[in-house]
């Protein structure tokens, strides 16, 4: 069983110690490493111990402030596409406006600390590993929460001018990372090919993603190729639609 990475983030060092010993009491050590961090008002020591040590798991201990700990989700997720976020909260009981702006903010999974039993977190911090997204049994199990998601899907699907002007934002030289990463190139490659660092490259992908909203690389890519966009404006051939039905398991596959 391969090794998976929490980070425990509160700015209560009680409650981290209390999340590790619950963890330990589970003896799931040998299946989890742990790294514990300080939770600053600002979050920005978070975001770099989060680019140092590349967690899994991030599980997000914030306490009785709503607001403050989506902001910091929001972040994290935009900025780490490929590392699940947990959010554990001290409030007494959540509603579904609530739960909608955390389905929003990117969490894999929402907890409730006083429900929260062992093994739900151990399931969950599993779970999560494996690729699911736990949150989604909130919406099953609530129907108005469920049709407003689906609304708001709808809404963004429908918005055909928020992705014109997300198209529109990226700078020139993100468009020619834009580019490289729709005919397959790692960001080894694309640093190669543009004679500069693959972290540099890296960062110009963060900087993509987050401009489109999109979810990873290759979802960057159909967002482009969906609206003819890549054609139009890198020329790049006509069959740009398809050459993203050839290249997804590459550019998936791509660090």
């Not at 929001?74 to 389905?103: C, H, M, P, W």
């Not at 993100?174 to 640093?191: A, F, H, P």
């Not at 540099?200 to 003819?228: E, M, P, W």
Request: with cysteine.
């Amino acid at each position: 069983m391969r090794s998976i990475k929490v980070m425990i983030v509160s700015s209560n060092a009680f409650a981290r110690s209390g999340i590790k010993q619950t963890l330990s009491g589970q003896n799931a050590l040998h299946m989890l490493d742990i790294v514990e961090c300080d939770l600053d008002q600002e979050g920005t020591n978070v975001i770099t111990q989060i680019s140092n040590c590349s967690p899994d798991i991030v599980l997000l201990d914030q306490g009785y402030h709503l607001s403050l700990g989506l902001q910091l989700t929001r972040k994290i997720t935009r900025t780490f596409r490929g590392i699940k976020l947990v959010i554990i909260s001290s409030r007494n009981a959540e509603d579904d406006a609530e739960l909608f702006q955390v389905i929003k903010s990117g969490a894999a999974a929402y907890l409730n600390a006083e429900q929260c039993t062992p093994d739900l977190l151990i399931q969950t911090i599993s779970r999560c590993a494996d690729g699911e997204y736990p949150i989604n049994d909130c919406v099953t199990n609530r129907p108005k929460l469920s049709w407003r998601v689906l609304r708001d899907f709808q809404d963004f699907a429908l918005n055909r001018k928020y992705v014109e002007n997300a198209l529109e934002s990226l700078t020139s030289k993100e468009l020619q990372v834009l580019k490289l990463i729709c005919e397959g190139n790692s960001n080894k490659q694309i640093g190669d090919l543009l004679g500069t660092s693959e972290q540099t490259i890296k960062n110009q992908v963060s900087s993509i993603l987050r401009k489109l909203n999109a979810n990873d690389r290759a979802h960057a890519v159909f967002i482009a190729a969906r609206d003819g966009w890549i054609s139009a404006r890198t020329n790049d051939n006509a069959n740009a639609r398809d050459s993203y039905s050839r290249q997804i398991v590459k550019i998936e596959s791509s660090p």
